[in-house]
């Protein structure tokens, strides 16, 4: 694994540099090394050379103090030494040319860490692009292209063209070039920018960098208003990038690289971690046979468009901050994810940026859980999704919205057809809100997850819900826990869930039901042939629920993963569950997390032993089967 040397590379950490103002170096294009490949007729990776210095022993008669003038002479004598030695190997011929593998160059000292809460001043934000979109430049930018406006704009100078030239490592170049952009002022950076924006194969790599440089001036430029921060804990202040491609056959993105802008300055500026960890592996494997650049290194990555995910937390985006962003939206068709929970947004703000989630025609997930947007916010969003057509996640969860922001966003819903999953939990929609949802499930043919965790739902409208999601036929995830249900809301809910239901996941934890209520599931379990994940964790459901089920968890075929977790179940339980297992070999995962087990027993034949060994049975038949026992007296 090897790295060429030109001037956009550091020292290496096995040399020592003599004459820090001499001549820039570039040891790639030296006659030494043109000789050695011309002897050489096999094919060796162009590499850093550096001419070993031949070992002078130490006179035994200098003390420290002829020592240190000895050192002084040498580096004031810069012209009779070389910019770059190479630590010298015993044995070795004084004209011999050595190859020097990089042991990566020092790393970068900075006089102290940035917290994350920190502004980032102006002229180090560009660092940050750097590092964000290193990976999608080095696989989409070929810098060979451009060569000549970098030059003639001075992003490079002379000495690295001519380095660079016929390199064959196209990879190792961008990267060089980027960290000359690195170490130098922003206005190189704006430079480069400016070049790739007025390429039509570069524009999209530019319009991505213009997204990052716009959002930290939106939080860092735009003073917020002190009246309406909220405490907020300075680690939870984060600004967050992830580049991607986007298929918009598939609707998937392949993301490239995600990391934290206001975390870890330290580590987010070495060297090491930003470009010479793969530097000497990719510069090997980039070698061809015949000495240029390789099919694998020279082809550009094309997986789709370039998009890229924002992602802000703990920082305020009120009033002015709001305005900017939707500016900011609305600019650009590259921004395929926003999250911005627990930002301080109000009402107001959300019909801010109403607008742009109107035009915008990339936009696919909106995130504004934390934010106590309330009714008025509800509103206003529910106006942008009658008329977008783009966005296909929602999460609203813990925004203050009652059931009737829940109505108005109901009726959007009924109207949008595009929007698969959405997150309503911790609202207090109630049973009202639960009837407008029923009604819009009805008529919507899109949503295929509901999530209402917590959201004081009742039996009462525990009904009504269950009517659409009946009817509904894309509905395939459905998360009611932590509502109180209880039998009556089971009973309501049995009755709708019949062999045509489309759910495939229900999770029901910590919903009051008994096991009475497990009477009424088991006739669901048996006729139901869709439902593959069930979740009963934090009922009581107990031995007595546990036995209800059994017969019909034997005989079901669908079911893979079943939550028991804090049910109340004894070793008499899991004996009948460790039955079902025996006769039903589908399912994959049971969690029985925290309950009683090996505490008390009425079975003579449920002991704690005995059960023991018949999990060993049982997984040893299953491979595939998991048991989670955490929390019980025998979990080992």
Known sequence: MFLFRSSSI?????????????????????????????????????????PVRKEVPPETTDNNNDILEKKEKIIQNTDEVKPIIARPVRGEQPNRIKIV??????????????RSSEIVPQEERHKLIIQSSLELLCQKFDPFTIMNDLKEKNVVSEEDVQAFQEHPDRRLVCESILHNLLEGPYSKFFIFCDILRHNNDYNCLALIMDVMKDIYDVVYNIPAIASEEIPVMEEEKAVTFEIGYFNAETGVMKPVVELEKTRDSSKRFSRDSLFFKRASRLSYMSVSSD???????????????PVINICISGHSLHEDRAKALSKVVSKYNCILELRIGKTQLSGRDVGHLSHAIQVSACLAVLDLRLNSIGNEGARLLAVSLAKNSHIRQLNISSTGIDHEGCKNLSDALKLNNTITEIDMSFLEIGDSGCICLGNMLKQNKSISKLRLRSSGISWIGCGILFEGVQQSRSLTVLDLSRNFIGDNGMEMMCRHLNEKCSLVELNLENCGITSSGCAMLSDVVLSNKTLTNLDLSVNFIADAGVTKLSAALERNKSIKTLGLNMCGITNDGFSKMLDVLECNPTMTLLKLCYNR????????????????????????????????????????
């Open 291 to 305: 000495g240029g650049r390789s099919s694998d290194d020279s082809v550009l990555i094309n997986h789709g468009t």
């Open 597 to 636: 087990l090996g505490k008390e027993h009425s079975n003579p034949t449920a002991t704690s032993d005995d059960l023991k060994y018949r999990v060993r049975i049982v997984t040893s038949s299953n491979p595939k089967l998991k048991i989670l026992l955490w929390g019980n007296s025998f979990d080992d």
């Open 10 to 50: 550091s020292t290496p950490r096995n040399s020592a540099v003599i004459n820090p103002g001499s001549d820039r170096n570039s040891f790639i294009m030296s006659q030494a090394y043109q000789n050695s490949r011309s002897r050489d007729n096999t094919n060796i990776p162009t590499a850093h050379v550096a």
């Open 101 to 114: 593998t990089p042991d990566l160059t020092p790393r970068r000292n900075f006089s102290r860490q940035r």
